[in-house]
């Protein structure tokens, strides 16, 4: 940070409006709880005006606490019969997100500390597989999870070029069927293995969505054996079914 | 007999790829009594702490686990080749702060907080699996629901969320970053 010129400061510094306000009222030494609303919006305005790199999407959210401010200062001129004090401050609404927003800083310089402490205590990564059994600790995949996988995958066939071959229609209902079928005869089915299967795109996602229509049937369930494990397919009526409560 | 459980219950912690509770120590060692278990658990803590080994039991989300120590640090990254840690951006702590002490919470309610807005940096935490999505709110829009996730306690080595930084740690900060100011 430069102190010879006023506010050289890069944008990217703050990482909000609030960070910005938090700043300029500790270099100010002033009361967070009894700002003067015009001395910090011409330091506010100052600065937006002095920032050398201008990052439009930040751009707004700074400009709307510019308005917030001026806003503020227009309510704090206007003559009432009793002095503003308390709950019917302008100023209240700002302050409180600005304590607020102090805390969460400060909380998070806490958590960067941990974090650091963390990084050093080491623990084992992978285990050797366990023995199929019926005690797998099984995880029921939310639907995040199913298409952070898909879109995994269809990244992955991207890759391999696809190629679309026309004139062959996929019916969700067909597919559905398909895979219960399949899942009858061997019962449970690797979602990323079904899926590298397909033949074309339009197949994956008509398989995808198939799938997710038996999930919302109820019909079968997508479970995890464990955290970052493949995801699999189970029929839900086998003896996995009635072990839920 | 003690000796003999406490061998046991470390078998089951050495074995255990998560932080293992004492619930379920308990409920797989069901034919030991509750009361022995309470006992030789500890006792094995207090083995660990007393010996100077390359590893420790740590408690961390509700359960233990087997870590190395901090101070072999710098050997055990040579091992597994990892020169600089990856560490999480002050917009991602920001972020996690906001949803630790507020969950369950929405993204317009994270990014009315820091007034910023949060989606990209969610989408960042929810890949890392700090956070996770509990469901949907009840007001319009039906907007997502956030909460940390087990891996986020055990990422910052804590047991709980009650772990998390008190009201008075933060006013401790704080106040020290006022007295830099006046110096």
Do not use: C
Request: proline share 4%; no cysteine.
């Amino acid at each position: 940070m430069e102190t010879s010129e006023s506010y050289q400061v890069r944008l990217e510094v703050f990482e909000g409006p609030l960070d910005l306000l938090l700043f300029l009222i500790r270099k100010k030494k002033i009361d967070i709880h009894n700002i003067p609303i015009a001395v910090i919006t011409r330091e506010y305005v100052d600065y937006l005006e002095h920032k050398d790199k201008i990052n439009l999407d930040r751009e707004a959210e700074f400009l709307l606490m510019a308005a917030l401010l001026i806003y503020i200062k227009s309510q704090m001129l206007l003559p009432r019969e009793e002095p503003l004090e308390g709950e019917g401050d302008p100023r209240r609404f700002l302050v409180n997100q600005l304590v607020e927003y102090q805390k969460i800083k400060a909380a998070s310089t806490i958590l960067k500390e941990k974090e650091e402490e963390q990084s050093s205590f080491w623990r084992r990564e992978v285990l050797p597989p366990l023995a199929d059994s019926d005690e797998v600790d099984i995880i029921e995949v939310s639907l995040f999870d199913l298409a952070e996988t898909f879109f995994t995958l269809m990244k992955r066939k991207e890759a391999e070029n696809f190629r679309v071959i026309r004139g062959k229609n996929y019916s969700l209902e067909n597919k559905m069927k398909e895979i219960i079928a399949a899942l009858e005869e061997k019962s449970v089915l690797d979602f990323l293995e079904y899926f590298s299967q397909q033949e074309t795109l339009e197949e994956a996602i008509v398989s995808f969505f198939s799938l997710l229509e038996l999930i919302k049937a109820r019909l079968v369930m997508a479970v995890q054996e464990q955290l970052f494990h493949s995801i699999k397919v189970w029929l839900r009526k086998g003896p996995l079914a009635r072990k839920e409560r | 007999m003690t000796t003999g459980l406490k061998d046991i219950i470390e078998s089951l912690i050495f074995i255990s790829l998560e932080p293992l509770s004492l619930e379920k120590i308990k409920e797989v060692l069901s034919d030991f009594p509750a009361a022995e278990i309470d006992q030789a658990l500890p006792d094995l803590l207090q083995t660990y702490a007393a010996q100077e080994r390359g590893i420790q039991i740590i408690q961390t989300a509700g359960g233990y686990v087997f870590s190395t120590r901090p101070e072999f640090d710098p050997w055990v990254r040579r091992l597994l080749k990892i020169d600089k840690k990856s560490r999480l951006s002050t917009p991602a702590l920001e972020t996690l702060s906001v949803i630790a002490y507020h969950q369950p919470i929405t993204l317009s309610e994270i990014s009315a907080l820091r007034n910023v807005d949060s989606s990209y940096t969610l989408k960042t935490l929810l890949q890392k699996k700090l956070i996770k999505i509990v469901g949907r709110k009840n007001s319009p829009g039906k907007p997502l629901i956030y909460r940390t996730t087990e891996r986020f306690l055990t990422y910052f080595g804590l047991n709980s969320l009650d772990d998390l930084p008190t009201e008075e740690e933060i006013s401790k900060i704080l106040g020290e970053e006022k007295n830099l100011e006046q110096k």
